[in-house]
């Protein structure tokens, strides 16, 4: 096997063992920034849903609430208005969604879903985790979902989700006495869940992964063909010509000049001892013909 062959076999091995070790830190780094990119997108989703309930609260709900008496306006309930702007929110994100889920809910709408549940008492068992993300597969493809438990942690929330004879009878005229009833202080029986896409970081994470597999291929192979030109020029071609020249001397050939190489490397080195071998066996023939 040439020099040359080793040369870049040792190396391409060393590049490809380097690749694959560094390819798993580098997906899970990847993986973990994409992740914190979702949480804040998760982030701003919430703050913007806590916003609209405290409006609804503190600046609607006064304004209608004598009319409430009369008719029970939904519009006056944080709940309510959280849900309604973050349909009209679907309409530019279809794939993201918001639900403030109840195991025993006043809207029969917010009912939570058998995975919706698990993840409530989950969080209702454990009431240090102030949150619970998930990655869960979907129809529509992954989707990365945070459920925050809700607290009861206001008296006032018991007027209307106590007893039905508590309630105000316009709401229970609209929502009846049996659904949204019976909670309790302190109770988590209820959680906000956000579910966000996860398809567009999957498919950053893979784009940055061949990125980065392109982009140090790329050096090695450029590296790869400068060694390979640097190693031809100093060291396989001169050390080929002083073979020729070898060969063709020891078959009695003694025609060729003197081996030219400039330089103050190791070739150089030894084709200054070559020549001067040359040199000296040249002078040996010549002195053993004179005799
Ligand atoms: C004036 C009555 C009233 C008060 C006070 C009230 N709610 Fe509600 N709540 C409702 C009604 C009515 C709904 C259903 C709204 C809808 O149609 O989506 C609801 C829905 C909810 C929901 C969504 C799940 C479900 O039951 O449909 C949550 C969560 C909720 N309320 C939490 C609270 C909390 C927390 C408080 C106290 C800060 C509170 N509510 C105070 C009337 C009330």
Partial sequence: ???????????LSCYLVGLTLSLWPFYQLSRREAMEQLQAQIDVLRAEALSVRKYTTDEIRPLLDDQSGIQFLPQTIPSFSAHTVFRNFRKYY??????????????????????EQELIEKLSANRDIDKDITVRTT???????????????????????????????????LYGNKNGFGWKLNDTLIAQIISIPMSATETKVWRNLMLFIGISSGIFLALLVLLNILLNRYVISPVN???????????????????????????????????????????AMKELEKT
């Fill in 1 to 11: 096997m040439g020099l040359g062959l080793r040369f870049n076999i040792v190396l």
């Fill in 94 to 115: 279809p794939q993201y969604s918001y639900k403030e889920a109840a195991l025993n809910p006043t809207n029969p709408a917010n009912r939570a879903k058998d995975w």
């Fill in 139 to 173: 129809e529509e493809g992954q989707q990365y979902t945070v459920t925050y438990p809700m607290v009861i942690k206001d008296e006032s929330c018991l007027t209307c989700h106590s007893t039905a004879d508590k309630a105000p009878p316009s709401m229970v005229a």
């Fill in 241 to 283: 010509r002083m073979a020729k020249i070898a060969e063709a001397y020891s078959m009695g050939d003694t025609s060729n000049p003197e081996f030219q190489y400039e330089g103050t490397d190791e070739v150089a080195s030894l084709a200054r001892s070559f020549n001067r071998m040359r040199r000296s066996l040249d002078y």
